[in-house]
């Protein structure tokens, strides 16, 4: 059965890479998540950020952009 994960641990987890200097590789194996999956989070985390939204993803309403922002 296939998993799924919360925004906020999606989000997280890209921190571990982004502001924390884990490797995608040592982020994986601290979470026991797929490498594929994190890269695709990352992806998207900077694609939103920039304003994007990316094929088979949902946009974020307003106040998720706002917390977002904060």
Known sequence: MRRT??????????????????SVAQACSELGIGETALRRWIKQVQAEKQGYVLPGTKPLSP?????REL
């Open 63 to 67: 106040e998720q952009q706002r917390i």
């Open 5 to 22: 994960f919360s925004p906020d641990y999606k989000v997280a987890a890209v921190k571990l890479v982004t502001e924390q200097g884990y």
